[in-house]
């Protein structure tokens, strides 16, 4: 399938699909994004596994540090990415070995590795890359929006009180499928300086 | 399922709006408060460490100012806005983000006069270097892009001599260039042109002329397109270096394609200052729900007396980019098909003389320094907006001294033509 852009009904079938996240080169350093990425879907109500073999014997927000995807002592619904591109081919590799299959591969802002995503694929799992889930989930439910950012999205019910720890509807009108023409070119412009 | 897309007028209505979460309020509430109370310590930290959504300061951000800042990164296509105090204030907080002293940007000659000011003067102050291009020859900015050069500058249609540039081709010199184009696309708002559609990194608008377009507020709004790779080189470091002010913060890395509207507003708005005032927030909002009634009406009305007035015996020249024959036609009809807009100026037989005689007869229009209004509007510019130019830089920038300015209103037609009738015997 084409990653250069996604339809929100994907994006938003996965984030409201999943329960279970292992976040893989999650940080304990509270100014990292993967840390306070982390934080944002453990305060959504997704149940997360913070995966980075430094940091056992820790926790994030709560949640204990793994050493690997296969030490979780749960099934994981989505492995989210927090590596650099080249180490995506070995973690989708270990994904695909757990028992039960994880659904989706999601890698983060930044990551985009198309063998691992074909790799993931052809096992039958759903993959996002180069995309934040708190991003996606903040736009989604508009909660992006105090930043004045465009969430692409529509709604005519009166909005929830945003409260800690609640999860909030991401099923608002949809504006423009997956992105904007900007998106479009600006994936284009990477491959063609690439 | 594929999801059905709304169209432009839907947008200019809904878009960043939702029913108050508090009250039920239908229309977004002017909330006029400086601050906003944390949850806890936690929720305090994480809000000034950029790591969750919400409000601290209004100076950084408010409700109502982000209904407006999403409608209208709606409306132009982009990923994120950000509102501020003026159109001014839009340009010193955008180009603060991507100049450092000793830079340069490129601009075309053919802006508004207080935007040449601004440039000339104030950013020299700052080192920032203008370097002038002719909007009318793409060979001058080819000509002008240097090691230094950091962003380039255009008017879709440029204030105030009616002329429609030739966005794609000016885009292609600023992706040759690896800077972003910046496009003040005030004049056309959005429902007329969408420079991103055509090549355009950066949108800015003074919110006060035809967004708003009832003449009572003044704002400006930056729109981030989302397309420029703001890391490729270490030309923006502001945006792709780790920022001190933020714990060391990467602000491409943690915001991707709309980290230059995160930049603008936790660095430039936070910094510099120029924060909206949320009542002025919530006037150009209402505004905005009706633009696209409005300015279709402004160009068909526009239109009309750029006509009336081709015919008449006293009038030298029209230049409107909607008529047949104007220079800028062919543009216009590929830039800007529902029509020209409705600021243009036109020139008399009379010169000088005749030009401040019809200002002075004229009783409908209003004699001010504004566009975008509901009235119809007109000026002199060589005696005021573009005064602090020389004559040389006045006809360059469409502004000689037999020109007249006009920003066409919403009355009837035939009213405005009668008054300009009037005027022209008198």
Redesign the interface.
């Known amino acids: 399938m084409n990653h250069d852009t996604y339809?929100?009904?994907y994006i938003r079938g996965i984030l409201n699909g999943v329960k279970t996240i292992a976040m893989v080169g999650a940080s304990p350093v509270?100014?990292r994004?993967s840390?306070?990425a982390f934080?944002?879907l453990a305060q959504r109500g997704y149940d997360m596994i913070p995966v980075n073999p430094g940091q056992v014997g820790k926790s994030l927000v709560g949640k204990p540090f793994v050493a690997s995807l296969r030490d979780i002592d749960r099934p994981v619904d989505m492995v989210d990415i927090f590596r650099n591109a080249d180490a995506a081919l070995a973690l989708v590799e270990e994904a695909l070995s757990l028992t039960p299959l994880p659904k989706v591969i999601w890698m983060q802002?930044?990551v985009r590795n198309d063998k691992a995503a074909a790799m993931a694929e052809a096992a039958g799992l759903k993959v996002v890359m180069?995309r934040?889930p708190k991003?996606e989930y903040?736009r989604l439910s508009?909660?992006?929006?105090?930043?004045?950012?465009?969430?692409?999205t529509?709604?005519?019910?009166?909005?929830?009180?945003?409260?800690?720890g609640m999860r909030l509807s991401l099923n608002r009108?949809?504006?423009?499928?997956g992105g904007?023409?900007?998106?479009d070119?600006?994936a284009q412009?990477?491959k063609d300086?690439a | 399922m594929t999801d059905r897309l709304p169209g432009f007028a839907t947008l200019a209505i809904h878009a960043g709006a939702q029913p108050d979460p508090t009250t039920g309020a239908r229309a977004t509430p002017i909330y006029q408060t400086t601050s906003f109370v944390f949850n806890d310590a936690d929720h305090a930290a994480s809000l000034f460490g950029l790591q969750a959504f919400g409000n601290i300061y209004t100076r950084i951000g408010n409700p109502t100012n982000a209904v407006l800042e999403e409608r209208v990164a709606a409306l132009e296509g982009g990923t994120a806005a950000l509102a501020v105090a003026s159109g001014h204030a839009a340009q010193v907080v955008a180009l603060q983000m991507l100049l450092r002293p000793g830079d340069e940007f490129i601009a075309a000659r053919q802006l508004y006069g207080g935007s040449i000011n601004q440039f000339t003067h104030a950013f020299k102050s700052f080192g920032w270097n203008v370097v002038w291009a002719d909007g009318d020859d793409i060979s001058t900015f080819e000509q002008a892009v240097s090691p230094r050069t950091k962003a380039i500058f255009i008017e879709s249609l440029a204030n105030p001599g009616g002329s429609v540039t030739d966005i794609e081709a000016v885009s292609a010199v600023a992706r040759k260039a690896g800077v972003p184009l910046i496009v003040d696309n005030t004049l056309a708002t959005p429902y007329l042109i969408r420079p991103i559609d055509h090549g355009a990194d950066i949108v800015l608008h003074s919110a006060t002329k035809f967004l708003g377009g009832h003449g009572n507020s003044i704002a400006g709004i930056i729109v981030d397109a989302g397309t420029f790779d703001w890391s490729r080189d270490n030309k923006y470091p502001m945006l792709s270096e780790p920022r001190p002010e933020y714990h060391g913060i990467k602000l491409q890395e943690t915001f991707g394609n709309f980290a230059f509207a995160i930049a603008c507003r936790v660095l430039g708005l936070r910094d510099l200052g120029p924060a909206l005032s949320p009542f002025n927030a919530f006037m150009i909002l209402t505004g905005i729900e009706t633009l696209p009634l409005r300015m279709q009406r402004h160009c068909d009305n526009a239109r009309a007396v750029a006509e009336w007035l081709s015919a008449h015996p006293a009038v030298a020249a029209v230049n409107y980019a909607g008529l047949a024959g104007n220079r800028y036609n062919n543009l216009a009809r590929k830039y800007a098909p529902k029509g020209a807009g409705a600021v243009f100026t036109f020139s008399l037989k009379g010169g000088y003389d005749a030009g401040v005689s019809l200002v002075s007869n004229l009783k409908l229009f209003s004699h001010l320094a504004n566009i975008g209004d509901t009235r119809s509007l007109v000026i002199h510019p060589a005696s005021t907006t573009h005064s602090q130019l020389d004559d040389a830089a006045k006809t360059k920038a469409g502004a000689g001294p037999d020109i007249v300015r006009v920003s066409i209103g919403l009355e009837d037609k035939d009213d405005i033509i009668a008054d300009l009738d009037q005027a022209l015997q008198g």
Do not use: H
């Open positions: 339809d929100d009904d509270n100014v994004p840390y306070f934080k944002y802002l930044g180069n934040c991003i903040g508009s909660e992006i929006s105090w930043m004045g950012v465009n969430s692409r529509l709604s005519a019910k009166r909005a929830p009180i945003p409260t800690q009108v949809s504006v423009g499928g904007t023409g900007a998106a070119r600006a412009d990477k300086s």
